[in-house]
């Protein structure tokens, strides 16, 4: 395909002092417009089957082990080098060739039309829904720098590499649900080996953090995250926020660490974590986290306090937010922690566990014909008590009643409705899909310290996702919490990979 026709002078000077000719670029900007690929999506098009060196590349001029050019210079090339008028001209053009297959049923792999006026002044801008590029640049960097940097080694100021450089090979590790062989050599298609640690000196570097070190770049980093969206005031205290636990799974053999816990009678082992999230109307992020280890078979810990791991997480979550409600689900029944939370002057909500004195009320309900009662109660722990109220309520089919317990004033009238509250805390288990799915790095070490400072990270990665989201939202003042999210966490991969460093390389 010749398209010399679509290269100013301009344009061809811009290339003559570059590694590739302008030609074989804006066939391979072809290829992605044609197929609506991203940019991870089109540097592997190019990387098999030859495709790069039949679309006019020099294959003498690609980097060691690679196939293609790298993603960085197929960005570069659209975001820096090409002109406004090729890019006009090779949008233009791709939609027209796409609008015609459509027209005569011969799409084959072909994206979409998508139906926008080439003369449009934004024509030259790619879109993901109704977002350019730009737009997304700049909001990505602007979320991810609520990251890099809040992590301390320690290290002396004259060493090779800056912990940011750190943040950003974890940041490849996480996005790539990758290793660090996986994360190095990712990180060197990049940037290059000089730009990249050793994924040995990765390692090294971050087991020299410890669990309060940790704790601190995180708090930090919800502290940056928050600070980034105080001018939306999409935070209008007091918010709802829910608290659970979620499992890593431990699938080596031999001796179990300490760390490890068992997964109910299943029979799996697992590294534990608890967070607390902002839920319902506001931004679904995560606020607080703490590893959690109990007592098992295989080791002498001592019981797991679920108290002190509420109150910890309420209280690093009140220093950022002013909360309301507190969500969790059974696994958290005790009057300790509903003693620790009416302590800590939040109201909560939790489902309980039928027990006979709850089965023997549900009766009694039964033969008065009523299908909801609030039955007035007193938790007496030995933290302290409080008045609380058991609500009993028809559950969603109305074949059985569902029985919740809150310090919450309610009125047997109004009991369905603050029920009905409950049904925000299943963000806190899309959350968690989400991480393990999408933003955690991969390891097999034993090192518990290693495998927070993993899970932590990866939850950072979900809040820069959330933030990105926000803040792209914003540009158009819709809704700011609506899901989903406006880029997928795949193309959020992407992005943040082509714009990782702090500074444009």
């Known amino acids: 395909m010749s398209v010399d026709r679509y290269l100013s002078d301009t344009d061809h000077k811009r290339f003559e002092a570059l590694t590739y000719d302008g030609a074989p670029i804006v066939r391979a900007l072809f290829c992605r417009e044609l197929a609506g690929l991203s940019w991870n999506s089109l540097y592997e098009f190019l990387s098999t089957e030859d495709r790069a060196e039949r679309l006019g590349f020099d294959p003498t001029t690609f980097g060691p082990y690679n196939t293609a050019p790298t993603r960085q210079t197929l960005t570069a090339a659209w975001d820096v080098h090409l002109s406004d008028a090729a890019k006009r001209a090779l949008l233009s053009l791709s939609e027209r060739l796409v609008d015609a297959a459509y027209e005569n ?3 084959l792999d072909l994206r979409p039309p998508r139906h926008v006026d080439e003369t449009a002044s934004d024509l030259r801008e790619r879109h993901v829904g109704e977002f350019s590029d730009e737009q997304i640049r700049t909001h990505v960097r602007h979320a991810r720098e609520t990251i890099f940097g809040t992590f301390d080694s320690g290290r002396a100021g004259n060493t090779t590499y800056p912990d940011s450089r750190f943040d950003e090979l974890q940041a490849l590790m996480a996005l790539g649900s990758s290793g660090t062989p996986q994360g190095q050599s990712r990180m060197e298609n990049f940037f290059g080996k000089d730009y990249t640690p050793h994924g040995d000196t990765h390692l090294r570097t971050i087991k020299q953090y410890t669990p309060e070190t940790i704790q601190t770049g995180f708090d930090q980093s919800i502290e940056n995250l928050l600070d980034a969206v ?13 608290i659970d636990i979620t499992t890593w799974q431990y699938h080596a053999d031999g001796e179990l660490p300490p760390e490890v816990s068992g997964v109910n009678d299943s029979g799996e082992k697992a590294y534990k974590f608890a967070t607390l999230s902002l839920v319902g109307k ?49 696994g958290f029944e005790s009057f300790q922690v509903y003693q620790t939370l009416a302590n800590l002057g939040v ?92 933003f955690l790095a991969r390891t097999s070490s034993t090192d518990h310290t ?8 990866g939850v950072l990665m979900y809040n820069v996702w959330r933030l990105t989201d926000v803040l792209l939202k914003a540009t158009i003042s819709r809704e700011l919490t609506t899901a989903p999210p406006v880029l997928t966490a795949g193309e959020l991969a992407d992005w943040v990979a082509i714009h990782l460093q702090l500074e444009p390389g």
């Open 450 to 457: 290693l495998r927070f400072y993993y899970f932590v990270f």
């Open 230 to 242: 105080n001018h939306l005031q999409i935070l209008q205290p007091p918010v709802t926020v829910a």
């Open 347 to 438: 109201t909560y909500l939790f489902p309980k566990i039928e027990r006979n004195p709850e089965a023997t009320y549900i009766e009694g309900m039964e033969e008065k014909g009523q299908d909801l009662a609030v039955e007035e109660a007193t938790v007496t722990a030995r933290n302290g008590s409080h008045d609380c109220r058991v609500l009993f309520v028809p559950s969603r089919t109305g074949d059985d009643t569902q029985v919740f317990i809150t310090n919450k004033q309610v009125k047997p009238e109004h009991a369905k409705a603050w029920v009905h509250r409950y049904a925000n805390r299943w963000w806190i288990e899309a959350e968690y899909r989400s991480i393990k799915q999408h």
């Open 105 to 107: 049923d011969d799409a």
């Open 282 to 330: 506001s931004m679904p992020i995560v606020l607080a986290v703490e590893p959690v280890i109990e007592d098992s078979a295989w080791d002498e810990n001592v019981p797991h306090q679920y108290h002190r791991t509420v109150r910890r997480l309420v209280r690093r979550a009140q220093e950022f937010v002013s909360i309301d409600l507190v969500l969790a689900d059974r």
